[in-house]
Every structure is written in structure tokens, then in C-alpha cells.
DNA sequence: CCACAGGACGGCT
DNA sequence: AGCCGTCCTGTG
């Protein structure tokens, strides 16, 4: 464990506010500077942004400068990715404009499938509350600071939460879901090392859909925010379906647009950029309503 | 007290 | 295949 510094300047396409509130990840906070502290791996993170500067601060095990290339998808071109979909539409224009900074995490696989069976049905503070208690539980301690933070669990270390220890954690109905689905890739009956070399979205996507509590916007989640980093999903939820029918759709009753209809639009409008149009789009509208 | 918000799932047609 | 009630908890 060692404390470190990385600074970068003049990042193109990064704002930790659109990075940390876009609804990809759980485990964030805002502290009271506006910079953000959160967990990845078994390091505790703090991202202070002051316009084109971003300082990141650690106390871990892994390497700052490479955990932060990775987590933060750097290596990426996000302004090309902008510039193409900026001219299919001028809503999508509006949106990338107004969510620029946006970047899609690659976090832990077996992380974001707990925390998206969890975000079924529920709501975001409740989502990283259930997170916090999780890992409070079962998960590694770091102080830091004199602030206790707590390492997401590893499969092993979940495994040992019985259904009725997670539903006092206040899992609800979702207590079963997630007890199973531990069980299912402990026991490797999905092997997580696997799913990453399967190159068929379609083939991974039917593997996720296997394990209990995941249906198909919560295996999209998976996809998409990841480090199975799939750009060729499209996960539709209330806000999704609310915003492409107001865009395009524009039935009187949102709740009657079928799910396969705004898939096929997705897929034609933004191809297989469609996931991140997703992000812009759902950022927009959320932050905007 | 009730209404509502938010996906998976199983039973029904 | 599509429709609908149920699952649980926090908020207004």
C-alpha cells in the first residue's frame, strides 16, 4: 500500500463531474472541495478537476498512472467518437454538447454485475447504499487519511453472505438474485475469464442473461460499463425509452413504445457507436428533467 | 396513510 | 411471442 500522484493537463474529453453522474458507476463521492473520492480495485482514489487540470491522488496497491490509463479509458479517442456522432442529428449534437466530458469506465466485471442486479428496480442513492453496505461487510478495509473506505468483495468474500445476511443489508427481492449469481461464477458455472476472450457481444450477452437478476438492460449495463467495453449495446431503461420517444418516436404513451422498436432505431441511427450515444443522451435527459 | 419510482421474472393468454 | 402482476424500500 503507497500513497501516489498523477497529474494530467489538457485532457481531451474529461469532466469528472459527467464521468462520475452519467449512472455508470456506484461508487463515487462528491466530496466538499467538488472533487470526487472513490474506490477501484483495492485503491481509494480522489480526482480533483480544476478546469483543464485533473490531479489524481491514491493510496493502493496498483500503479496510479496505469490504473488511471485504464479505468479511465484514455487510450481512447473520444473526440472522434463525438465528431462522427455529432453529425448524425442535431439532438444527438445537443446532447454530446452538453455531456462532452463523458467517459465509459472500465470497471471490474464481477463488480458491475452485482451492482446492476442491485440497480433493478432502485434508485441511485439506495444503489450505492446497498454498495456501501455490501463492502462495509464483506469487503477489505483501507484507512486513509483517518477515513475508513472498504474494497468491493471479491467472489470468494461475497460467497460467504448468506441470502438472509444481504437481505438485512436491505437487498430486498434481490437478495436471492445475487446470492445465486455468486454462486454461479464461484463455482465457475460462468467463468468470468472467459466471457473476456469471447470477441460475439451476442454470444456474451446470452451468457450474462444466464446468471439470475439479469435481464436484458441490466446485461447491456454489463456491456457497456465493463471492462468487457462493448459499444454495440443499447440499454434501454424509463429514461432511454422517455427520451427516444420524445425525440423520434413521439407516441402519446411512452409506455406502449416496445422495446424492439427502439432497439432497431438505435441501431440504425447511431450503428455500433450506439452505447455511448446512450451515455450522451441518458445524461442529458436525466440531468436536464 | 397512499402513490410512486425502478427491471427481472414467472404465469398467463 | 407479448402482457401483467409481483417482488422491496425510500421518498414525497
Not at 498512472?65 to 479511465?72: A, C, S, T
Not at 463492502?135 to 468483495?153: A, Q, R
Not at 445465486?180 to 450474462?208: A, F, M, N, P, S
Request: hydrophobic fraction near 35%; aromatic fraction near 10%; charged fraction near 30%.
Amino acid at each position: 500500500m503507497q500513497e501516489q500522484q498523477y497529474e494530467l493537463n489538457n485532457i481531451p474529453s474529461f469532466n469528472s463531474k459527467h464521468i462520475f453522474e452519467c449512472g455508470q458507476c456506484f461508487r463515487w463521492d462528491e466530496e466538499s472541495d467538488g472533487s470526487y473520492t472513490g474506490i477501484v480495485r483495492k485503491n481509494v482514489i480522489n480526482v480533483k478537476q480544476v478546469e483543464n487540470r485533473v490531479k489524481f491522488s491514491s493510496y493502493g496497491a496498483d500503479n496510479l498512472e496505469k490504473l488511471v490509463i485504464n479505468y479511465f479509458d484514455l487510450a481512447r479517442n473520444y473526440e472522434e467518437i463525438k465528431d462522427k456522432l455529432s453529425k448524425i442529428d442535431e439532438h444527438l449534437a445537443r446532447s454530446i454538447e452538453y455531456g462532452s466530458g463523458i467517459r465509459i469506465l472500465n470497471q471490474d466485471l464481477w463488480e458491475t454485475i452485482i451492482s446492476f442486479i442491485i440497480s433493478a428496480n432502485n434508485n441511485i442513492p439506495r444503489i450505492k447504499g446497498i454498495i456501501n453496505r455490501i463492502s462495509k461487510n464483506y469487503g477489505e478495509k483501507i484507512e486513509w487519511n483517518g477515513k475508513e473506505y472498504y474494497t468491493f468483495p471479491t467472489v470468494e468474500e461475497l460467497s460467504k453472505a448468506s441470502v438472509e445476511e444481504l437481505r438485512a443489508l436491505g437487498l430486498g427481492f434481490r437478495d436471492v438474485r445475487v446470492y445465486e449469481t455468486t454462486r454461479k461464477i464461484l463455482e465457475k458455472q460462468v467463468d468470468l475469464e472467459e466471457l473476456h476472450k469471447e470477441k460475439d457481444t451476442q454470444k456474451v450477452r446470452d451468457i450474462l442473461l444466464t446468471l439470475d437478476g439479469v435481464g436484458p438492460k441490466v446485461a447491456d449495463c454489463i456491456l457497456l460499463f465493463s471492462t468487457l467495453k462493448r459499444f454495440d449495446v443499447f440499454p434501454i431503461d424509463v429514461w432511454v425509452r422517455r427520451v427516444m420517444n420524445e425525440l423520434y418516436i413521439k407516441n402519446e404513451d411512452e409506455t406502449k413504445v416496445s422495446k424492439k422498436e427502439i432497439e432497431k432505431l438505435a441501431k440504425e441511427k447511431y450503428g455500433n457507436l450506439e452505447g455511448i450515444a446512450q451515455q450522451y443522451l441518458f445524461f442529458w435527459k436525466r440531468d436536464t428533467a
